[in-house]
């Protein structure tokens, strides 16, 4: 989907992707606006971006529930590749911070 007026910041997010891919060391971005300014588009546009490159793409979603877990995240990172790769040196991720029945 084509992005209006998006340029700017699409920029950001592209030369951030191209920067891993010729061999920097990535980082980390904070998308921050009102309800429906878009967010989600733009970092739609990046992982299409991303993925079009080779890239393997994981999303994350933080839960109120969970804002209590150290490393919540990392932790949800890890257990999604251990998942999507059957990595087993990372199966220990795979059930910590888990609710029970999850
Ligand atoms: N720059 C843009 N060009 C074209 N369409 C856009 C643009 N920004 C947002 N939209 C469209 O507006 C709608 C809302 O955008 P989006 O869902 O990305 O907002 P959001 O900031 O993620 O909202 P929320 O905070 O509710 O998650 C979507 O249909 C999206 O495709
Ligand atoms: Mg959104």
Request: no cysteine.
């Amino acid at each position: 989907m084509a992005l209006f007026g998006r340029g700017p910041q699409t920029a950001v997010l592209a030369a951030l992707i191209d920067g891993v891919r010729g061999g920097g060391g990535g980082g980390a971005v904070l998308v921050r606006g009102e309800p429906g300014i878009g967010k989600s588009a733009l970092l739609a546009s990046a992982e299409t971006h991303a993925s079009a490159l080779g890239f393997s793409v994981v999303r994350l979603f933080g839960e109120p529930a969970r804002t209590g877990v150290p490393f919540a995240g990392l932790q949800q990172f890890l257990a999604t590749v251990h998942r999507l790769t059957g990595e087993r040196r990372l199966s220990r991720f795979a059930y910590l911070g888990r609710k029970p029945g999850e």
